[in-house]
């Protein structure tokens, strides 16, 4: 089984960023106990950070070619705004994951938005980091 592991924009800022909401792990040690947890399951497991949503779009294309089984994804900011990143996931079919590691539903108005939630398997939200360990474990788990 092959998994992306993909993170939007300001994602790359974990550990650092607003640490009351986020927590203090960074997106490495994140994706190094995702990596771990891949690996006793057989999972070939691939990781991508993007601020810019076009090159978001791309990695979502090729997964196509690369065969990815599933995907995991935290659009960050572009949960609330982007057509063009649910019309690429719509576009290839590949079964999504969506995490958020706060509560998006109480925090602003804005947030309560989500372009993805109606078209991903599961959605984890509110969970903090360790929403990615969920979602993985589900997609591991996952029968299309
Ligand atoms: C986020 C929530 C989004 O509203 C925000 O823009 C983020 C991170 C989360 O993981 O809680 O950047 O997706």
Redesign the pocket.
Known sequence: MKILVLNG???NMLGLREKDI?GSDSLNDIEKRLAIIAEKNNCVIDFYQSNAEHELIDVIQNSLNKKVDAIIF????Y??TSVALRDALLAVKIPFFE????D?ES?EDF?KKSYFSDIAEKVFSGHGVKGYELALNEALNFNR
């Open positions: 924009p300001n994602l986020y935290n659009p960050a900011g949960t609330h995490v958020h590691i706060s998006v925090r947030r």
